[in-house]
Structure formats: C-alpha cells, structure tokens
C-alpha cells in the first residue's frame, strides 16, 4: 500500500530524514518509535504534504501512485488520513460542518455523491457514540476549548467518519488517560484493523501498544529505520531505551 | 460638487479616506441601470435611482419626503432632501427596505428616522450601481425605542460615502450592521451620541476589499449619561492591493458613570500586498467604567489551512470557510433572519469571487 524508498526531507534547510525506507501492506498496523526529535513527525507531516516540509530525494509510492506529486486533499481523497499531535483549533467553524466539509470534498474528488445534512449527522452521531464523545461537542467549533484528551478523542471520530485506506497516527497516545488511552485504542482497531487498510501509528511509548497491536514495529533514530522487527521489539525497546537498541 | 469643497486628507479623521475614488467616481460616465430585487419581507419599499425615487416601483408605508434637518459635516450637509420615517410611541412597524441605485456621477440623498418612546423600527438599506452615491442619516431614538438597521454595500464600481449622526436616548438600542462586499470604495462616517442613561449602541460590520479599492469606517461614540453600553465590531478583509481602514473611537463623559465599552476592530489579510488600518481610540473622564478594545491584524492560519486540506478539503475552498468564519460573527448580530442570510450570501459570493 505505502512504498517510502531512501526518503530525504529537510525544513528550512535543515535535514531532517536522510534516507528512509519503509514498506506497509496492506491489512498491516506498524509502529514507529523512537526518541525526540528523531524525526517520527516529520515523517507524518511529509505523508500528509505539509507546506514547509521539503522532500529533497527519494520517492514515496501509496497504490501505485506518486504521493509527493499530490496536493494534501488529493491524497485525503486517495485515502491518507493524518491524526495530528496536535489537533488545530478552529474558532468560527463547527465541528459538524468541518467534517462534514471534508467528507463531501473527498466524495467529490472520487465522483461520489455528497451526504445530506441528515445523512451526514446520523453517521457523526453514531461515530461520536462509539468513541464515547458527547454529541453536543460536534455543535462547538472544531478543538476549541477541547482538553488534550477531548482533541484526540476527535481526531479518532473524524477517522471513523472519512474511513480512510491508510492512517498515520502521530502520537495519538498523548494527552490520553487510561480511560480514553482504551476508548481510543478501541477505536482504532475497530476502524482500521480491515484486510484492506493499515497504519502506520507513531509513538513514543509502549502504553498504546497494549490496546493496538503492532504487526511490525520500526525504531527511528536521527531521521533513519535503524531496527525493524515484531510487536517484541516495542518490549525491548520499553525496557532498554532508545539509546541501547536504537544505535 | 467641486473637488475644492472635500475634506483634505491631511486631517486626521480622514487620514484613509480615499478621495481620489469619490471624485471619479462623481466624474463616473452613465451606466446602464441595474436591476435589484428587494428581499422577501413585508413592509415598505422604496427604490432610488441616483437619489430620486422610483415611485412606480416602490410602495411607501409609513414613509414621508421632505427637508432633513441639515449636518455641518463635509461630506453629510451635501444631503438635505430625503425620506422620513417616524414611529409614533408604543408602534411595531414593519422592515423598511431601501435599494439604491447608481447610474453614474454624483447623488444626494438624506434620510431621517425618528422613533418615539418605546418604538420599534427595522430599516434595510442595499447599495447597487456605479457613481457617487452620498447619504446623510439623521437618527433619533425616544425612551425605550429600538431600530434595527442592515446596509449592504454592493455597489460593483464607484463611491459610496455614509454620514450618520445618532441620538439614542434613555434605555433606547440601536444596531446598526454594515457590509461592504462591492467593488466600489466607500467610507461609512458616524457619530452616536448615547444622550439618556442606560441607552444601548451597537455598530459593526465587515469591510472587504479586493483589488485596489479602499472601504473605511470612522465612527465616534459618545457616551454622554450613565449606565450606556456600546459595541463596535468591525472586521476587515483585505486581498491583493486593496486598503480596509476602520477607525473606532469611544469618548465617555465626566459623569457617564459604569459605561461598558467594547471595540474589536480585526483585520485579515489575505495577500500581503494589501493593507488594513486599525485605529481604536478611548477618551474617557469618568473613572468607573469598563472599556474594553482590541486591535489585531493577521493572516489565515496556515496550521488551520493545512488541518483542513488533510482532510480533503482544497486550499481555496478552506481559505472561504475560515475566511467566513471570521467575519461571520459580526453578520450573526443580524436579527432578522431573512436579511442575516442575504448579507452572508453576499460576504460568499465576495469570498468566491477573491480567493
């Protein structure tokens, strides 16, 4: 599904991936761990097409496709989905009208039909109820006066609602309590763990883990795969840090 | 009217005014006259043509004609004949919708509106055509009274320049919208005197400007008894080469005790080429009140753009909702829902056509 080959990225000026490869299947949920500034979000930020993020070598294939040819909504629309660190507040715009917004864009982009206001709302409503989110908050304006938690709770409702193919995760796990840490794990299993989806979940730690199980877990140092093997690596990881296994 | 008659831009209340647009827009050659429908609302109509109304095409309710009261203000004492509306104590009348049309150079026209004790008043003003337009409104609000008021500034080319002068008596409202989405360049002048205690004035809107065209405000409230709150939002949009000015000022009185005072004046610039103006100002004497003001200028927020086109949404498309988001709430302060819907249209249709 996703091909990342020798992938060199810098902002600024300033190199930050130099030469990542990285193979996702589909039906596969990867992990990427590593330490700060790693390079573990730039990674994310260069799948999704942030502005400011340059690509200086190397290719990044999802379906056959040249992602980096893409804009960022056309590779929404391809199925990539980002679950940002930080999700962005919004004044001014509701939740409903954000996701409902970005549903319709991408149903356009593949010539599909759009969802009706009730159509749409029955789908948020029941996607807001599984993830345990209060209704109400899909009224109030995208993130804002969200806590950490209530954030990422709906970065996971948007990705209920736009079922994507591929999902990069980017520390979804912050902010979360125990609770929400199983509600959200939940969540992602029941929306990508398909035959014909995967993830790729950035993290620092092993706790999500637990909830989402890794096929294959891959440890990012100093913008590189350093190691790659299965959900075990993850333990050593935990147990030994960074700085032993990562070297 | 000669160019040696306007206010010089070396005095500073007219720092940003944009004279040179209102005398070729005075100078404007004939234009073919546009047609503009009136919103579905009940009640009175009037439709002008460069100043003079269409009576066939207009029905007259309430409305008189006859001499206003004159202003001394440069631009305002141009206008001296125009329509009068006067509720008497105690009276409901229904929306009074005005369109102007502009069909090239230069039209007067005044307006007064008098409301009694406890009257209440809803007047809806639509600004279409080409050419000069100039209108000087003279408002008096009795005890009590409310008057709701709407202009839309649509005109695709030209000038339009607004004087009004308020009187807002004992616990009386006032609310008064603007909307600039036109082409033309304007400038909306005000002074509202808050003259009984507990009188209530709020005067906002949105100024968006494109291309090289200048739109300004410059308004002056004076709280002049206790216990008088006042509200001035203005937003101003602001792409390619164009200017959005807006000057808000509250003066309160040595005994205007407890008055709350709230100016927001925002700008959003849309290209860097373009320019707004904030200018907010307080002249207070009396030393227990509550005047809050703030003054920002920015940019979209490019973490917001590019949260929205990760989820699918295309950069245009997400620099028109958030750019709509931004002026939303001040049209939200719309009450009459029929009109609220007509200026967001417009603000879209704006937004649509710039970005």
Redesign the interface.
């Known amino acids: 599904m996703l091909k990342i080959e020798n992938l060199h990225a810098e902002i600024d000026g300033k190199p930050i991936l130099k030469g990542l490869s990285l193979t996702v299947n589909a039906g596969e949920i990867h992990a990427i761990m590593g330490p700060n500034g790693a390079g573990k979000s730039t990674l994310g930020y260069v799948l ?4 400011g993020y340059e690509v200086t070598e190397g290719s990044i294939t999802f379906d056959g496709q040249d992602l980096l040819e893409m ?3 056309e ?3 391809a199925g990539v ?2 679950g ?1 660190q930080y ?7 509701s939740n409903v ?3 409902r ?3 319709n ?2 149903r356009g ?1 593949r010539d599909e039909k759009p969802l009706s206001g009730a159509e749409f709302l029955k789908l948020a409503r029941a996607e807001a109820a599984r993830l345990e989110m209060d209704a109400e908050m899909l009224k109030r304006p995208v993130n804002v006066g969200f806590s950490g938690g209530e954030k990422k709770r709906n970065e996971m409702v ?1 990705m209920g609602i ?1 079922s994507p193919k591929f999902a990069i995760l980017d520390e979804t796990d912050s902010g979360l309590d125990i609770d929400a840490l199983r509600i959200v794990g939940d969540g992602i299993n029941r929306i990508m763990r398909q035959p014909d989806k995967s993830v790729l979940l950035i993290t620092h730690y092993q706790r999500l883990l637990d909830y989402v199980k890794p096929d294959v877990v891959h440890v990012l140092a100093d913008g590189r795969i350093t190691r790659t093997g299965g959900p075990e690596l993850a333990q050593q990881l935990e147990r030994e840090g960074y700085a032993e296994v990562a070297a | 009217m000669s160019v040696l008659e306007l206010p010089s831009t070396r005095a500073e209340a007219w720092r940003w005014a944009d004279l040179g647009a209102l005398s070729a827009a005075a100078a404007m050659a004939p234009v073919v006259r546009t047609e503009h429908e009136f919103l579905d609302l009940p009640g009175a109509r009037l439709l002008f043509v460069d100043g003079v109304l269409d009576e066939a095409a207009s029905t007259l309710g309430a409305v008189t004609f006859g001499e206003v009261a004159g202003s001394d203000h440069a631009l305002g004492r141009h206008a001296r004949a125009g329509w009068s509306l006067r509720l008497d104590s105690r009276t409901a009348a229904d929306p009074v919708q005005i369109v102007h049309v502009a069909t090239g150079a230069e039209n007067h026209l005044a307006a007064e509106i008098v409301l009694a004790d406890d009257a209440v008043g809803e007047v809806v003003e639509t600004f279409v055509g080409a050419g000069w337009a100039n209108r000087y409104t003279r408002t008096t609000l009795g005890r009590g009274a409310r008057l709701m008021r709407s202009v839309r500034l649509l005109q695709p080319a030209g000038f339009v320049s607004l004087r009004e002068e308020a009187d807002i008596g004992e616990a009386a409202s006032l609310v008064t919208t603007f909307l600039g989405a036109g082409g033309q360049g304007s400038r909306i002048d005000a002074q509202l005197n808050l003259t009984g205690e507990g009188a209530f004035a709020e005067y906002g809107g949105a100024l968006l400007t494109s291309d090289t065209q200048a739109q300004e405000c410059a308004v002056r409230v004076n709280h002049a008894q206790p216990n008088g709150s006042s509200r001035q939002v203005w937003r101003a949009v602001a792409a390619y080469r164009s200017r959005a000015s807006l000057a808000a000022a509250v003066e309160v009185a040595r005994h205007a005790q407890k008055t709350d005072g709230e100016q927001s004046l925002r700008g959003l610039l849309l290209h860097r080429t373009a320019t707004v103006n904030l200018k907010p100002e307080l002249e207070i004497f009396a030393d227990d009140v509550k005047c809050a003001h703030g003054a920002t200028v920015g940019e979209l ?4 753009l ?10 245009s ?1 997400a620099q028109a ?2 750019t ?3 002026v ?2 001040v049209l939200e302060r719309i009450g009459n829902e029929t009109v609220r819907a007509a200026f967001e249209g417009d603000a879209d249709a704006w937004l649509d056509a710039a970005l």
């Open positions: 999704g097409g942030r502005p804009e960022p909504h590779r929404a629309a989905f980002l940002f999700p962005v507040e919004i004044p001014g715009v009208q954000f996701l917004e970005s549903l864009a991408q982009q948007q736009i | 927020d490019q973490r917001a590019f949260y929205m086109q990760s989820r699918g949404i295309p950069r498309r909702i958030l709509h988001a931004f939303a709430d």
